[in-house]
């Protein structure tokens, strides 16, 4: 009977072999079916909830802080490499996708069920009242603003450390690298325990309002996939025929194909590097400029992250009745193509942007980590959609500008 047991593997230990997205999956349903049989024991689970909300508010300021200081001072680019049509490509497609969402959830208004007891927001009037506060939020000390969760300057440090650090000694430039590092690794275990918070939120959503949430998150899941697909499907291949002239849906169908499936199911566009690096040597692309490229894209090419902050961040405001005009919606695009570059490093890391697009509007601090839980609890689609439009993006765009094209 000793050797039976040691021989099969425990069940806290089939728990951890476990992807995070399967234990997330499996988390959303045990809480649903105890939320149904024991609704009031249910409530109690919200502790839960609300500590990993917590978690995530104290590690976000400075995991933006740390991830844009230390990309821009390591940041090394290859002259010889042709970049710069790649990198405004890169932009040009962020920014668009944030754009695409902002129709997309103009056209599809939806609203957040949110613990708002309490919270009070203070939106702005008009595009004028919104540049004045960025200017005033901007200039704050880094510390109060980190205590404090202003994203705004938060970012603002952080891209002017980065570029002071640049012209700094090595040495600096890998001890800043190494830090970016460590803090990664304490959000990564914060994002670990994302099943056990989701239990907790999922439980007591339930419990209190019943699964009427659910279709209030397939209506978000549908804006936010269907403005990805929109931008894959009709503003790539848009991009890519006014710099070819030619027929670009071959390149996309087959970006789609290699390098957008297999990121659909890692979530990671770090560890889809390799997956596009040999696609690029498939197409006959420019080796200097690829491997260059590539890495680069895995970090600062985010339209799906600008997609995803800037449908959440809408979707808080409507929550709170806060009217949004066009200028400020396209003020909203512009911050979220910019921060998106700050999403690489962690899995969901584009979710840890919206506290930055949210404090646009006034919106409270925590109202928007509560966003931002629920896109943890979307995220088993909403973060491997985001992924693959990445990643394949990547190729997509590198490809474009190659030589190859123009034979």
């Given at each position: 009977?000793t050797?039976?047991n040691?021989?099969?593997?425990?069940?806290?230990?089939?728990?951890?072999?476990?992807?995070?997205?399967?234990q997330?999956?499996?988390?959303?349903?045990?809480a649903?079916?105890?939320?149904?049989?024991?609704?009031?024991?249910?409530?109690?689970?919200?502790?839960?909830?609300?500590?990993?909300?917590?978690?995530?508010?104290a590690?976000?300021?400075?995991?933006i802080?740390?991830?844009?200081?230390?990309?821009?001072?390591?940041?090394?680019?290859?002259s010889?490499?042709n970049?710069?049509?790649?990198?405004?490509?890169?932009?040009?497609?962020?920014?668009?996708?944030?754009?695409?969402?902002?129709?997309?959830?103009?056209?599809?208004?939806?609203?957040?069920?949110?613990?708002?007891?309490?919270?009070?927001?203070?939106?702005p009037?008009?595009?004028?009242?919104?540049?004045?506060?960025l200017?005033?939020?901007?200039?704050?000390?880094?510390?109060?603003?980190i205590?404090?969760?202003?994203?705004?300057?938060?970012?603002?440090?952080?891209?002017?450390?980065?570029?002071a650090?640049?012209?700094?000694n090595?040495s600096?430039?890998?001890?800043?690298h190494d830090?970016?590092?460590?803090?990664?690794?304490?959000?990564?275990?914060?994002i670990?325990?994302?099943?056990?918070?989701?239990?907790?939120?999922?439980?007591?959503?339930?419990?209190?309002?019943?699964?009427?949430?659910?279709?209030?998150?397939?209506q978000?899941?549908t804006?936010l996939?269907?403005?990805?697909?929109?931008?894959?499907?009709?503003v790539?291949p848009?991009?890519?025929?006014?710099v070819?002239?030619?027929?670009?849906?071959?390149?996309?169908?087959?970006?789609?194909?290699?390098?957008?499936?297999?990121?659909?199911?890692?979530?990671?566009s770090?560890?889809?590097?390799?997956?596009?690096?040999?696609?690029?040597?498939?197409?006959?692309?420019?080796?200097?400029?690829?491997?260059?490229?590539?890495?680069?894209?895995?970090?600062?090419?985010?339209?799906?992250?600008?997609?995803?902050?800037?449908?959440?961040?809408?979707?808080?405001a409507?929550?709170?009745?806060?009217?949004?005009?066009?200028?400020?919606?396209l003020?909203?695009?512009?911050?979220?193509?910019i921060?998106?570059?700050?999403?690489?490093?962690?899995?969901?890391?584009?979710?840890?942007?919206?506290?930055?697009?949210c404090?646009?509007?006034?919106i409270?601090n925590?109202?928007?980590?509560?966003?931002v839980?629920?896109?943890?609890?979307i995220?088993?689609?909403?973060?491997?959609?985001?992924?693959?439009?990445?990643?394949?993006?990547?190729?997509?765009?590198?490809?474009?500008?190659?030589?190859?094209?123009?034979?």
């Amino acid at each position: 009977m000793t050797l039976a047991n040691e021989g099969s593997p425990s069940l806290s230990s089939k728990l951890k072999s476990m992807g995070l997205v399967s234990q997330i999956i499996i988390a959303i349903i045990l809480a649903s079916i105890f939320a149904t049989i024991a609704p009031e024991i249910a409530q109690s689970f919200a502790v839960l909830g609300q500590l990993f909300v917590n978690a995530l508010k104290a590690v976000a300021p400075v995991l933006i802080f740390v991830l844009v200081m230390s990309s821009i001072a390591n940041q090394k680019l290859n002259s010889d490499a042709n970049l710069k049509p790649i990198i405004f490509l890169y932009f040009i497609g962020t920014l668009s996708a944030a754009c695409v969402a902002v129709v997309l959830s103009f056209l599809f208004p939806t609203t957040l069920t949110l613990d708002i007891v309490g919270a009070s927001a203070n939106p702005p009037q008009g595009l004028g009242e919104v540049l004045t506060t960025l200017a005033f939020k901007v200039v704050e000390n880094p510390v109060t603003a980190i205590t404090n969760g202003n994203f705004i300057a938060v970012l603002a440090w952080g891209i002017g450390l980065g570029l002071a650090l640049k012209h700094s000694n090595e040495s600096t430039k890998a001890m800043v690298h190494d830090f970016s590092e460590a803090i990664t690794g304490i959000v990564r275990f914060v994002i670990r325990l994302a099943p056990i918070g989701i239990f907790g939120l999922v439980a007591n959503t339930i419990a209190s309002t019943g699964f009427s949430v659910f279709s209030e998150y397939a209506q978000l899941l549908t804006v936010l996939v269907g403005s990805m697909l929109i931008i894959a499907l009709i503003v790539n291949p848009l991009i890519v025929y006014m710099v070819t002239k030619k027929n670009p849906y071959p390149l996309v169908f087959t970006c789609l194909k290699e390098s957008g499936i297999t990121a659909f199911f890692t979530r990671s566009s770090a560890a889809n590097v390799p997956i596009n690096l040999a696609l690029c040597k498939k197409l006959d692309l420019h080796e200097d400029t690829y491997s260059i490229s590539i890495p680069l894209g895995s970090a600062i090419n985010m339209a799906g992250a600008a997609i995803t902050v800037t449908v959440l961040t809408l979707a808080t405001a409507n929550s709170l009745d806060i009217v949004i005009d066009l200028p400020t919606a396209l003020l909203l695009c512009v911050v979220a193509s910019i921060s998106a570059c700050g999403s690489s490093g962690v899995a969901g890391g584009s979710l840890l942007l919206i506290p930055l697009a949210c404090s646009l509007f006034g919106i409270p601090n925590d109202v928007a980590m509560q966003v931002v839980a629920i896109g943890f609890i979307i995220g088993v689609i909403q973060d491997s959609a985001e992924t693959a439009l990445n990643s394949s993006t990547d190729v997509v765009f590198t490809a474009a500008t190659s030589h190859y094209l123009s034979k």
